[in-house]
């Protein structure tokens, strides 16, 4: 319990640290990435207004299952959704989780829909 424990304070940690760095604007949001064991979740937010311009997570798309392909499809999604509302242009906050794996597809889809980091 303890390392698990450990383990979660080292992320958040890392978290602040690169949220002290980085914000959102209207014209530029920040891309906030949400990683658990069940689901991942992906929001636009503007820090100045504290508002979630635009969202998606993987329970919306119903076939998709949480792994790397889903995770795929979940940045498409969220990078149409932004393209959609006008945002071409985001800064990246992976949230203290590794960029690899799913935190990567998740980045690699969006830029496939067109969105710029």
């Given at each position: 319990?303890?390392?698990?424990?450990?383990?979660?304070?080292?992320?958040?940690?890392?978290?602040?640290?690169?949220?002290?760095?980085?914000?959102?604007?209207?014209?530029?949001?920040?891309?906030?990435?949400?990683?658990s064991l069940r689901n991942i979740s992906v929001q636009a937010i503007d820090d100045t207004k504290g508002v979630t311009l635009?969202?998606?997570?993987?329970?919306?798309?119903?076939?998709?299952?949480?792994?790397?392909?889903?995770?795929?499809?979940?940045?498409?999604?969220?990078?149409?959704?932004?393209?959609?509302?006008?945002?071409?242009?985001?800064?990246?906050?992976?949230?203290?989780?590794?960029?690899?794996?799913?935190?990567?597809?998740?980045?690699?889809?969006?830029?496939?829909?067109?969105?710029?980091?």
């Amino acid at each position: 319990m303890l390392k698990q424990t450990a383990r979660k304070q080292d992320r958040l940690a890392r978290a602040r640290r690169v949220r002290a760095k980085i914000s959102g604007t209207a014209e530029r949001p920040r891309l906030a990435v949400f990683r658990s064991l069940r689901n991942i979740s992906v929001q636009a937010i503007d820090d100045t207004k504290g508002v979630t311009l635009v969202s998606a997570d993987l329970r919306e798309m119903k076939k998709t299952k949480n792994t790397v392909e889903g995770a795929l499809a979940l940045g498409k999604l969220v990078g149409e959704k932004c393209m959609a509302a006008g945002i071409k242009t985001v800064v990246f906050d992976r949230a203290g989780y590794r960029y690899h794996g799913k935190v990567k597809a998740v980045a690699d889809g969006a830029r496939e829909s067109g969105l710029v980091f």
